[in-house]
C-alpha cells in the first residue's frame, strides 16, 4: 500500500462528510414531507417506484423495505418501464420518481406518459431546476453540496441521502400504520428473522415429554427421568408446585459430595427458584434469558401449570440467531 495515502483519513472525511449532509436532509425537512407520507398513506394502490442507474439501486431497496413493513410498493427500471413495464402502473397508483440531476431522457419520456393515467407524481431528487422537479405534484428534497468523491462524481452522499429519505418514509409510514412486530413476522416467515418474530416456546416445548420428580424423590427415579427424557434435567414439583430444578451438573456435584447416596432426595440437591419463562413467549426471548443467566434449560410454565422443560440445544437448532 502507498505510504503516502492515510486511508484512514480518506474514510473518516467521507463519513464526515455524509453525516454533515445527513444533519442537513433532517432539518431540511418540512410540511411537504408530512403532505408526502400522508398521501402514500391513503393511497388505495401501491406506491410505484422508479429510477436509474445508482438511483435505481436505492429505489429497489426502498421498495422492498416499504413491502416488508406494511406499504405496498413495486419497483421499476426506468429503461424497462419505456418498454412495456409501466403497464404495471394503474389509476390507483402514485408514482415515486429517484434522480440525483431529474433530466434524464429516460424521465423526460416516461414523465409525460405517467401524467395521461392522470396520477399523483413524487420527485426525488436534488435538482429543483429539473425537468423531474417542474413536473412533479410533490418534491422530496435530497440536494447536496457536493458528493463524498474525490473527483465529486462517484454517488455517494446523493445516494445515501436518498436512501435515508426512503427509511424516514418507510418508518413513517410504520408508525401511522401501527405496523408490529406481529406484522412484520408475517412478512418474513422465513429464515433466522421470520423465526426469531413467530417462534414461540409451546412450538418447541414437548409438552408429552415432561421431565419431573417430587420433592422426596430418591436418585433412582430422578437418574431415570433426566436420562429418559434426554433434557439434561428435571423439574422438581411440591404437590404441583415446581419448587427446584435439577440438571446433570447439579447430579455429578452431589455424587462428588455425598458418601451415601441412597437416601439422598431431590429436595437435599436441587437448585431452588429455578428459572421459568411462559409458553406464549418468544423463543428468541427464552434464548436471551438462558445467554444472560448462562444456563442451559428454562422451566416453561402455562401461567402458574409446570408444562415442560427446553433446552438451550434444542432451541439453537431452530435458527433464531
Not at 452522499?157 to 408490529?180: E, I, Y
Request: neutral net charge.
Amino acid at each position: 500500500m502507498r505510504q503516502d495515502i492515510d486511508v484512514l483519513k480518506i474514510a473518516r472525511d467521507l463519513i464526515t462528510e455524509q453525516v454533515d449532509s445527513l444533519n442537513d436532509l433532517r432539518n431540511s425537512l418540512g410540511i411537504s414531507f408530512r403532505d408526502i407520507v400522508e398521501l402514500i398513506f391513503t393511497c388505495k394502490g401501491r406506491l410505484i417506484i422508479i429510477g436509474l442507474g445508482k438511483s435505481g439501486i436505492i429505489g429497489r431497496k426502498i421498495s422492498a423495505t416499504l413491502n416488508s413493513t406494511g406499504t405496498p410498493s413495486f419497483f421499476i427500471h426506468a429503461s424497462d418501464a419505456l418498454h412495456g413495464d409501466s403497464g404495471n402502473i394503474s389509476e390507483k397508483d402514485i408514482v415515486l420518481f429517484i434522480s440525483k440531476s431529474g433530466n434524464t431522457e429516460e424521465l423526460k419520456q416516461l414523465i409525460p406518459l405517467i401524467k395521461t393515467i392522470n396520477i399523483k407524481i413524487i420527485g426525488m431528487t436534488g435538482n429543483f431546476n429539473s425537468f423531474l422537479a417542474k413536473n412533479s405534484d410533490f418534491i422530496l428534497d435530497v440536494s447536496i453540496d457536493k458528493e463524498a468523491c474525490p473527483n465529486n462524481l462517484a454517488p455517494t452522499t446523493s445516494t445515501t441521502v436518498q436512501l435515508v429519505m426512503g427509511d424516514a418514509l418507510a418508518m413513517s409510514l410504520l408508525k401511522l400504520r401501527d405496523f408490529s412486530k406481529e406484522d412484520f413476522a408475517k412478512y418474513h416467515p422465513g429464515g433466522s428473522l421470520g423465526k426469531k418474530l413467530s417462534l414461540v416456546v409451546s412450538d418447541l416445548c414437548d409438552f408429552s415429554n415432561r421431565p419431573e420428580v417430587f420433592f422426596d424423590d430418591k436418585l433412582d427415579k430422578i437418574i431415570i427421568q433426566i436420562s429418559s427424557k434426554r433434557l439434561g434435567a428435571t423439574a422438581v414439583l411440591k404437590m404441583k408446585e415446581v419448587v427446584g430444578i435439577i440438571t446433570d451438573g447439579d447430579l455429578r456435584r452431589m455424587l462428588e459430595t455425598y458418601e451415601n447416596v441412597t437416601e439422598v432426595m431431590a429436595s437435599d440437591f436441587m437448585t431452588c427458584n429455578p428459572k421459568v419463562i411462559q409458553q406464549n413467549v418468544l423463543l428468541y426471548e427464552a434464548l436471551s434469558i438462558m445467554k444472560k443467566h448462562n444456563i442451559t434449560q428454562l422451566i416453561v410454565k402455562d401461567k402458574d401449570e409446570y408444562k415442560g422443560i427446553i433446552h438451550l440445544h434444542d432451541v439453537l437448532k431452530c435458527n433464531i440467531l
